[in-house]
């Protein structure tokens, strides 16, 4: 156990979110440690331009040089190998389309991250994600809202929060705008005042997803058929992680008339494609819910729900259907429901909760 007592512990990425983060955490008057994760193992497997590099490390170390707070790197490169990388690679491999933003949340951010936080005492852990946190004494539940800068919002990639690390969470930045970031780390000389935005899939650079995976594994993934919805074959597809649902280019076919991936099935290698009519569809299933505003779904409730990071929120009702597993029926087909994907549950500003689309 650190002797050292925290009032705060900062998720430090080097980045210029979490910098600004750190210096309107300290303005309050919290007592704070900047920590760093590191995600790799120097293995090859990401590259100096990853969210988890060495320049990264030293940005934030800068940072916290300037804001006179102690700074600190956690190896968490086996954790992030295991629940992330090894995971987005196995849904590929069965068929499914991953979101390793929300895994590297769930997994490594608030919940490693919270477990190296305890080793400090009673503390606060913050982020630099643009959302924000609200107790509602008639509930008595902490509730996760949207940003202010709706187009930053980050709330369907925290949708995994238990409770206990909302109570523990904060997020300053959840009030302000992306411009007002910069400028505020403009204002005190940062470092990465500048520095663009990580990407979504921080361990690939340099080469597609599905070269990284086959050089990440080794394998060649054997060639298949592509078929229509009554099995007849149209062509040969070169493997099933090249496709993902919704997807129509590069397919390498020439057909009479435009045709998108409308599901991947791994046990008989084949890939469906179809009409833009056939890939909308009006239900889904969802697995490894959490559920947020509510403790659980009573009966059929009228929400809005979105199954992309960038998609608009389409309106629907949503059943409870066991202890792990909902059910939602949107008012109007919506296009590309892909599994491995998270949908979000929202009622106005606020999540009600999310799980991964089965």
Same mark, same amino acid.
């Given at each position: ?37 590191? @995600? ?35 190896d968490f ?17 069965? *068929?499914?389309?991953p979101n390793?933003? %929300? ?8 919940? @490693?991250?919270?477990? +190296? ?7 606060? &852990?913050? =982020? ?11 509930? *008595? ?34 009030? @302000?705008?992306?411009?007002? &970031? ?10 990465n005042s ?19 995976? +086959? ?54 290698? =084949? ?11 009006? +239900? @889904? ?32 009702? %949503? +059943? ?23 949908? %979000? ?5 606020? &999540? ?7």
């Amino acid at each position: 156990m650190n002797s050292k007592k925290y009032d705060a512990i900062i998720a430090m990425s080097g980045g210029v979110d979490s910098s600004v983060a750190a210096l309107l955490t300290k303005k309050q008057g919290f007592d704070c440690l900047g920590i760093t994760m590191s @995600l790799t193992d120097n293995s090859g497997v990401t590259d100096g331009n990853s969210c988890s590099s060495q320049k990264d490390a030293y940005d934030a170390a800068e940072v916290c040089r300037a804001l006179g707070i102690p700074h600190t790197v956690c190896d968490f490169s086996s954790d992030f190998k295991e629940k992330v990388i090894d995971k987005f690679v196995s849904d590929y491999e069965n *068929g499914r389309t991953p979101n390793p933003c %929300v895994e590297c949340n769930r997994y490594l951010k608030f919940e @490693l991250l919270f477990g +190296e936080a305890k080793k400090y005492g009673n503390v606060r &852990v913050v =982020t630099g994600h643009y959302a924000d946190v609200e107790y509602d004494k008639n509930s *008595g539940r902490y509730l996760l809202k949207k940003a202010k800068d709706t187009s930053k919002d980050q709330s369907y990639v925290l949708y995994s929060l238990s409770q206990n690390q909302l109570a523990t969470a904060m997020f300053p930045l959840g009030r @302000l705008d992306k411009a007002s &970031v910069r400028e505020i780390a403009r204002e005190n000389g940062f470092v990465n005042s500048d520095k663009r935005d990580s990407q979504d899939i921080c361990f690939i650079k340099g080469c597609s997803y599905r070269e990284f995976i +086959e050089n990440y594994t080794g394998k060649k993934y054997p060639a298949g058929n592509f078929v229509d919805k009554n099995g007849s074959i149209l062509g040969q597809h070169k493997g099933i992680i090249n496709y993902t649902v919704g997807q129509r280019k590069k397919l390498g076919l020439v057909l009479p008339s435009p045709m998108f991936v409308c599901s991947v099935d791994p046990e008989t290698n =084949t890939v469906r494609l179809g009409t833009e009519e056939e890939l909308y569809s009006r +239900e @889904l299933t969802a697995k490894r819910i959490n559920l947020i505003s509510v403790p659980e779904i009573k009966g059929q409730m009228k929400i809005k729900a979105k199954i992309r990071y960038k998609q608009t929120e389409e309106p629907a009702v %949503v +059943e409870q259907i066991s202890e792990d597993k909902i059910k939602i029926i949107f008012d109007k087909p919506v296009r590309a429901i892909t599994k491995g994907q998270s949908v %979000v549950m929202y009622d106005g500003d606020y &999540v009600i909760g999310g799980g991964i689309i089965c």
